[in-house]
Nanobody
Framework: QVQLVESGGGLVQAGGSLRLSCAAS????????MGWFRQAPGKERGFVSA????????HYADSVKGRFTISRDNAKNTVYLQMNSLKPEDTAVYYC??????????????????WGQGTQVTVSS
């Protein structure tokens, strides 16, 4: 069992930055594919970014490419999401997720086995 705890959310003005962190329990973090998703009110949970276990493969949703950067520190059991040039449409609850087995499918929520509780990001205009 893996527990994921997100932090770093908050209120920021458009154009600002935030860095989200997701700390994982357990000794097998380095073997997991990690993903970030977000869910705005009334919308489905959508893919933001994913990173392979080694960090060698990274994927982004088109809407965040060039603005968000995912990274991980396996020694600290933590994955990060650096968010720059934030827009009001980035407002959502952000969730991190862990996938035990690489299937080549990284953008679908049902692929992931473990989820954090989420952290709210609000971008004001």
């Amino acid at each position: 069992q893996v527990q994921l705890v997100e932090s770093g959310g908050g209120l920021v003005q458009a154009g600002g930055s935030l860095r989200l962190s997701c700390a994982a329990s357990g000794r097998t973090f380095s073997s997991y594919i990690m993903g970030w998703f977000r869910q705005a009110p009334g919308k489905e949970r959508g893919f933001v970014s994913a990173i392979s276990s080694s960090g060698g493969r990274i994927h982004y949703a088109d809407s965040v490419k060039g603005r968000f950067t995912i990274s991980r520190d396996n020694a600290k059991n933590t994955v990060y999401l650096q968010m720059n040039s934030l827009k009001p449409e980035d407002t959502a609850v952000y969730y991190c997720a862990a996938d035990r087995y690489y299937t080549g499918v990284y953008s679908t929520p049902t692929t992931y086995d473990y989820w954090g509780q989420g952290t709210q990001v609000t971008v004001s205009s």
